[in-house]
């Protein structure tokens, strides 16, 4: 409550008893500072799990380790950009969601607001209930009612309505960024859009690659050949070995 008030008294202007949106925007900001390090914090864990499903997949269907690595090294470089744009949209989503005005078309913030309300009110009153001397229910002098209003400032009643209004706010901002942030920054960019990591090694690319890309990717490595060549060398000197024997 301190640092609504010391905000409030920061941004007030001539009028009574009212308040600018931006307070709402600064408090909103101040409320959501953790956010940043979470999101970025659970993106990058989505990017993990997702490299290394890939990983694992390309080791169960190319055991051969020259081939292996050289696919991944080529994957990699296919890959990154992915994740970097997926990362870039997680922080567009925290820009325009923490950086502008406190908005919504919800009907639930009304209904959360008028809980926060109608609950604030309650408490305050919840200690002054005394029972009816047949013990059959409570009341509350209608004192305590009017002295909750009149004993309060005009600052102390626009900070407890900014508070109310912030606190219903986020409670109805979290829902929807949570969401949001799972349907757009992981399931889009990360599972399901068409240059989603997940879709990277298709059929199309492979046989997009050119004759000397696929060589240097799934071909046989220098110490192969050498062995290979030796072998065919060793072969023919000894098919022409038998033939002289024969003779």
């Not at 060589?215 to 072969?235: S, T, V, Y």
Request: with cysteine.
């Amino acid at each position: 409550m301190d640092r609504i008030e010391h905000a409030y008294q920061s941004s007030r202007g001539p009028e009574i008893g009212i308040f600018g949106g931006m307070i709402l925007a600064t408090m909103f900001v101040d409320q959501t500072e953790k956010w940043e390090p979470l999101v970025l914090s659970h993106t990058s864990k989505a990017f993990a799990t997702v490299h290394h499903y890939i990983y694992t997949l390309l080791a169960s269907i190319c055991p051969e380790p020259h081939v292996q690595d050289q696919v991944w090294n080529f994957l990699l470089d296919l890959l990154a950009p992915t994740y970097r744009r997926a990362m870039d949209h997680a922080r567009f989503l925290l820009r325009i969601e923490r950086g502008g005005r406190p908005t919504t078309f919800n009907h639930y913030f009304s209904s959360v607001l008028q809980e926060k309300r109608s609950g604030s009110l309650r408490d305050a009153l919840k200690k002054h209930r005394k029972e009816f001397r047949d013990g059959k229910g409570t009341y509350i002098d209608f004192d305590h009612v009017e002295n909750y209003a009149e004993n309060k400032s005009n600052t102390q009643k626009v900070c407890e309505n900014i508070l109310d209004i912030t606190t219903s706010y986020y409670k109805v901002f979290r829902k929807r960024f949570v969401d949001t942030i799972y349907q757009q920054v992981v399931f889009h960019f990360l599972l399901e859009c068409d240059d989603s990591p997940l879709k990277i090694l298709t059929p199309e690319l492979v046989m997009g690659l050119e004759a000397e890309r696929l060589e240097e990717i799934a071909g046989e490595h220098a110490e192969g050949k050498r062995r290979r060549e030796l072998l065919n060398h060793q072969i023919k000197s000894l098919e022409a070995a038998v033939k002289v024997l024969k003779r």
